[in-house]
């Protein structure tokens, strides 16, 4: 692996990974803002302030952005969650220089055009009506407020639709420029990309970006408990969250291994008993979401009205069952599937842009593929057993459920199960 890594002098860490054999290259900036640095008052402004970026700066209208961007056949785009927000282009090797100097553009000297906010406000509010009218989307979302409540990890990533109507020019700008710093962001390049040109061009592009300045992040605290909401619907849909592991917990790669060998693949526990062996839904599957200070492992499953109870007793009696009678054959094949998933995952240009700034951003450094992979093969089946007990007995789980729930256990006698 020949990542380099370069600190400049205002704070901002450019990383470069080339690609022998590549004439493309995948080059973004990641910021170490999200929806869990905002206010009750600012929630929704992370992604409010991302769609604007792309509306207009000093130099640039948004027709122009998109127009020099796609006229070299590269594309830009962005995300944000609830720790970070991304901006990343793909472009041919010689269109770097552009791809940077667009980046730098629109996170140093957007405008925020009335106008246009007004406009991207009433997108924004389709996309949170969108959201809403998706059962197996919008689920999530309360899932993670009930296990987080009142509390901006547990928030929305996209608000309410009264907030983002609220929010105006000030309020914009006046967030970017307290949380968009450089000490905050890494401006990562991976495919067909020299170390020195990348470092030249930052230097150019954002040596005066403000290293000044900072917030206290909010700790995350689980909570637990229960949200149900009925709605007309063919199917109900149920998840179930307990307390995981955060990206530093000694557990972390264990949690990933036990979440594979439960609702990883067709070989997985709950497939293969809920939906092969009862016929009991068409979707079930699990994953463990990282935070720096904390985590979550979670089911979801979609099922009909008449079936939801018995599914849930037996996806909690499979979690139980787990931490006794756990082999090592189902252990090492979750190992080769994750090990598998993260190598070819990392395959491509983008892909690798994103996990190495991610990397930076969490553990100051970048991971060797192969320090990963040892470190996956060095748990052990006692290791996974263990954390599969801590995280099924003695704990308070947080459920969310949507559709026909007349035939649902209250909640705490799907709790008790836990004890």
């Given at each position: 692996?020949?990542?380099?890594?370069?600190t400049?002098?205002?704070?901002?860490?450019v990383?470069?990974?080339?690609?022998?054999?590549l004439e493309?290259?995948?080059?973004?900036?990641?910021?170490?803002?999200?929806?869990?640095?905002?206010?009750?008052?600012?929630?929704?402004?992370?992604?409010?302030?991302e769609?604007?970026?792309?509306?207009?700066?000093?130099?640039?209208?948004?027709?122009?952005?998109?127009?020099?961007?796609?006229?070299?056949?590269?594309?830009?785009?962005?995300?944000t969650?609830?720790?970070?927000?991304?901006?990343?282009?793909?472009?041919?090797?010689?269109?770097?220089?552009?791809?940077?100097?667009?980046?730098?553009d629109?996170?140093?000297?957007?405008?925020?055009?009335?106008?246009?906010?007004?406009?991207?406000?009433?997108?924004?509010?389709?996309?949170?009506?969108?959201?809403?009218?998706?059962?197996?989307d919008?689920?999530?979302?309360?899932?993670?407020?009930?296990?987080?409540?009142?509390?901006?990890?547990?928030?929305?990533?996209?608000?309410?639709?009264?907030?983002?109507?609220?929010?105006?020019?000030?309020?914009?700008?006046?967030?970017?420029?307290?949380h968009?710093?450089?000490?905050?962001?890494?401006?990562?390049?991976?495919?067909a990309?020299?170390?020195?040109?990348?470092?030249?061009?930052?230097?150019?592009?954002?040596?005066?970006?403000?290293?000044?300045?900072?917030?206290?992040?909010?700790?995350?605290?689980?909570?637990?408990?229960?949200?149900?909401?009925?709605?007309?619907?063919e199917?109900?849909h149920?998840?179930?969250s307990?307390?995981g592991?955060?990206?530093?917990?000694?557990?972390?790669?264990?949690?990933?291994?036990?979440?594979g060998?439960?609702?990883?693949?067709?070989?997985?526990?709950?497939?293969?008993?809920?939906r092969?062996?009862?016929?009991?839904?068409?979707?079930?599957?699990?994953?463990?979401?990282?935070?720096?200070?904390?985590?979550?492992?979670?089911?979801?499953a979609?099922?009909?009205?008449?079936?939801?109870?018995?599914?849930?007793?037996?996806?909690?009696?499979?979690?139980?069952?787990?931490?006794?009678?756990?082999?090592?054959?189902e252990?090492?094949r979750?190992?080769?599937?994750?090990?598998?998933?993260?190598?070819?995952?990392?395959?491509?240009?983008?892909?690798?842009?994103?996990?190495h700034a991610?990397?930076?951003q969490?553990?100051?450094?970048?991971?060797?593929?192969?320090?990963?992979?040892?470190?996956?093969?060095?748990?052990?089946l006692?290791?996974?057993?263990?954390?599969?007990?801590?995280?099924?007995?003695?704990?308070?789980?947080?459920?969310?459920?949507?559709?026909?729930?007349?035939?649902?256990?209250?909640?705490?006698?799907?709790?008790?199960?836990?004890?």
């Amino acid at each position: 692996m020949d990542v380099k890594v370069t600190t400049l002098k205002n704070g901002l860490r450019v990383i470069s990974d080339p690609m022998p054999g590549l004439e493309t290259s995948a080059v973004g900036v990641w910021v170490d803002t999200g929806a869990r640095h905002e206010t009750a008052a600012e929630n929704g402004i992370s992604h409010v302030l991302e769609h604007m970026a792309f509306k207009g700066t000093s130099k640039r209208s948004a027709l122009q952005i998109a127009e020099v961007i796609e006229s070299v056949g590269g594309h830009l785009n962005a995300y944000t969650s609830r720790d970070q927000t991304a901006y990343y282009a793909r472009v041919l090797k010689d269109d770097v220089p552009l791809a940077v100097d667009i980046l730098s553009d629109i996170l140093q000297h957007s405008v925020f055009d009335e106008q246009e906010i007004a406009r991207e406000k009433e997108v924004i509010v389709q996309e949170i009506g969108q959201t809403f009218d998706t059962p197996d989307d919008i689920i999530f979302d309360y899932l993670q407020e009930t296990s987080y409540p009142d509390q901006p990890i547990g928030r929305s990533i996209l608000g309410t639709v009264s907030q983002v109507r609220g929010f105006e020019r000030g309020m914009i700008a006046d967030y970017m420029n307290r949380h968009y710093l450089a000490p905050g962001m890494v401006l990562s390049a991976s495919g067909a990309v020299d170390h020195d040109a990348l470092v030249r061009l930052a230097e150019e592009a954002f040596g005066d970006l403000s290293a000044s300045g900072g917030y206290e992040m909010e700790p995350a605290v689980y909570r637990g408990g229960d949200y149900r909401e009925a709605r007309k619907l063919e199917q109900v849909h149920y998840a179930l969250s307990v307390p995981g592991a955060s990206y530093m917990d000694d557990d972390y790669y264990a949690l990933q291994i036990l979440s594979g060998l439960l609702g990883g693949g067709m070989s997985s526990r709950l497939f293969q008993e809920i939906r092969e062996r009862r016929g009991l839904c068409y979707s079930v599957f699990s994953f463990a979401s990282s935070f720096m200070d904390s985590g979550t492992f979670t089911v979801y499953a979609g099922t009909g009205e008449e079936h939801i109870n018995e599914l849930s007793h037996v996806l909690t009696d499979e979690l139980r069952r787990v931490s006794d009678d756990l082999s090592t054959s189902e252990v090492e094949r979750a190992k080769a599937q994750l090990k598998a998933s993260l190598l070819m995952g990392m395959e491509g240009p983008a892909a690798r842009a994103e996990v190495h700034a991610r990397q930076l951003q969490i553990y100051g450094r970048v991971l060797p593929a192969a320090e990963i992979t040892e470190s996956i093969d060095a748990v052990s089946l006692e290791e996974v057993k263990n954390l599969a007990g801590r995280l099924f007995y003695g704990v308070t789980p947080t459920i969310a459920a949507l559709g026909p729930l007349k035939n649902l256990d209250p909640y705490e006698r799907i709790a008790a199960r836990f004890n």
